[in-house]
């Protein structure tokens, strides 16, 4: 008898500290859960200002998980598969990150790596996440990679990265490792390939660097390419167009200079032409 006392002492008292563990610990939850949802729902507004300007998330504790819905044009509060997009989805979960991070490191949120996050978010909604990073996390260094041009031109152009802080990678192998373009280093590595006899080498790498230079005087010249929707432009569609924009432009400088007497400005067109 004096055992079964004790077994059931025990028990009773075991129940008791776990009752009281876990309720100490969904306080400490909810404590938690309330001050990212609140930054949660803000840098998530903040995307997506045009459309949900009046989001809200709820979190709680829910039998050892995490209960998350948010609401969807004020028709209630859902889980976020049920109503929204995968898009939206994906911007919940940067914007979770992003909060998480805050309330973790709070000022030494210093670094970060961003990969591929926003491939499914709306270009719209993308420069809208530039200009949070910017604005939120100014003092966090950020690494963002991406295969996406588009993505990486609206970087630039919201301020986030500039053309100094970026790279473009065009291929690596287990040779060479990444391949940088650099207009100066790109010779001087073709130069070291055909030296040691990888002339196949050396052409892949010049068909490359040729591939994004022609890029870059598209843009630069307003070059008309037959229009690709994915963006796939390879040589055969940049280099052609770029040199007939160029050769265009050349005569119009030559017409002008010789219409206004400036034999300096025509000498340095006709050459250049």
């Known amino acids: 008898m004096p055992r079964h ?18 309720k100490i610990m969904e306080q400490q939850l909810e404590e938690l859960y309330k001050s990212v949802e609140k930054d949660f729902s803000g840098f998530y507004r903040s995307i997506n200002s045009d459309d949900e300007g009046d989001f809200v998330a709820q979190m709680k504790p829910k039998e050892g998980s995490l209960s998350l819905d948010v609401n969807f044009f004020d028709r209630g509060l859902f889980p976020p598969a049920a109503y929204h997009s995968e898009g939206h989805q994906d911007g919940m979960g940067v914007c979770l990150y992003l909060a998480l991070m805050k309330r973790l490191f709070g000022g030494n949120f210093r670094f970060c790596l961003l990969d591929d996050v926003v491939m499914s978010v709306d270009s719209g909604h993308r420069y809208e996440f530039c200009k949070l990073l910017k604005t939120e996390f100014p003092q966090t260094q950020f690494v963002i990679t991406t295969h996406d041009r588009l993505w ?5 152009s919201a301020g986030l990265v500039t053309s100094r802080s970026s790279l473009v990678f065009h291929g690596w192998s287990i040779d060479t490792g990444p391949l ?9 590595d073709m130069e070291r390939t055909l030296e040691r006899g990888k002339v196949e080498v050396a052409a892949a790498t010049l068909r490359r660097h040729l591939e994004y230079v022609s890029r870059q005087l598209a843009g630069d010249l307003a070059a008309s390419p037959v229009f690709r929707p994915d963006g796939n432009y390879d040589l055969g569609d940049l280099l052609p167009n770029v040199l007939s924009r160029m050769k265009k432009l050349l005569v119009q400088a030559v017409n002008a200079a010789q219409s206004w007497g400036r034999e300096e400005a025509l000498q340095k067109a006709s050459d250049m032409r």
């Open 180 to 188: 940088v373009e650099s207009s100066v280093e790109v010779w001087e």
């Open 5 to 22: 006392e004790s077994a059931k002492n025990a028990a009773t008292a075991g129940r008791t500290v776990y009752e009281s563990f876990c």
């Open 152 to 156: 990486a031109e609206q970087m630039k």
